[in-house]
T-cell receptor, first 109, second 116 residues
Framework: GQNIDQPTEMTATEGAIVQINCTYQTSGFNGLFWYQQHAGEAPTFLSYNVLDGLEEKGRFSSFLSRSKGYSYLLLKELQMKDSASYLC??????????FGRGTSLIVHP | DVKVTQSSRYLVKRTGEKVFLECVQDMDHENMFWYRQDPGLGLRLIYF???????EKGDIPEGYSVSREKKERFSLILESASTNQTSMYLC???????????????FGDGTRLSIL
């Protein structure tokens, strides 16, 4: 089985930096995805990590440590439009992604 | 851009009805998925398909079936709708030969289904 854990909700201030953590326990590992989902909309792909280290894409970065079963999504220079749910999904031995319950991020002025 | 289209944004049905949710993708993706999304539970996989006429059970297949007669279309069927199937249903597709590709999933906008 697979177990993926992320905080339920986080709040942050516009312009700040926020780190959303994801820990996982899986049978096998073939990569970790982060998706963003605005209320009432479809999830959209943000990042993919399969090797240890940091992947940077503009204001968003994602980090992976396979030995610790740990990832984080780092959002810099927060904007109001970053208020959304952030979903961590782990591809295990079967290659079928399993999703965490999502972290609802609220950005306030 | 990949387009995944779900036939309805909102749907209201009655207990015991047979319900069809349709999903079409326009990028020739091999893999298609059906999820339901409930508050506090996240996305849970119902069924997936990695090829035409192929289907595999996900984590919560009970009460559902699927059909994939054409590569671009993946249908979810609620055989006899029950109130506990009231939920948001999301369809997704991904590319790659079979499932061993680890390509990101592209999601439709979802169907909010209410069973009365």
């Amino acid at each position: 089985g697979q177990n993926i854990d992320q905080p339920t909700e986080m709040t942050a201030t516009e312009g700040a930096i926020v780190q959303i953590n994801c820990t996982y326990q899986t049978s096998g590992f073939n990569g970790l995805f982060w998706y963003q989902q605005h209320a009432g909309e479809a999830p959209t792909f943000l990042s993919y990590n399969v090797l240890d280290g940091l992947e940077e894409k503009g204001r968003f970065s994602s980090f992976l440590s396979r030995s610790k079963g740990y990832s984080y999504l780092l959002l810099k220079e927060l904007q109001m439009k970053d208020s959304a749910s952030y979903l961590c999904a782990v591809s295990g031995g079967s290659y079928i992604p399993t999703f965490g319950r999502g972290t609802s991020l609220i950005v306030h002025p | 851009d990949v387009k995944v289209t779900q036939s309805s944004r909102y749907l209201v049905k009655r207990t015991g009805e047979k319900v069809f949710l349709e999903c079409v993708q326009d990028m020739d993706h091999e893999n298609m998925f059906w999820y339901r999304q409930d508050p506090g539970l996240g996305l849970r996989l119902i069924y997936f398909s990695y090829d035409v006429k192929m289907k595999e059970k996900g984590d919560i297949p009970e009460g559902y079936s699927v059909s994939r007669e054409k590569k671009e279309r993946f249908s979810l069927i609620l055989e006899s709708a029950s109130t506990n199937q009231t939920s948001m249903y999301l369809c997704a597709s991904s590319s790659g030969t079979g499932l061993n590709s680890n390509q990101p999933q592209h999601f439709g906008d979802g169907t909010r289904l209410s069973i009365l």
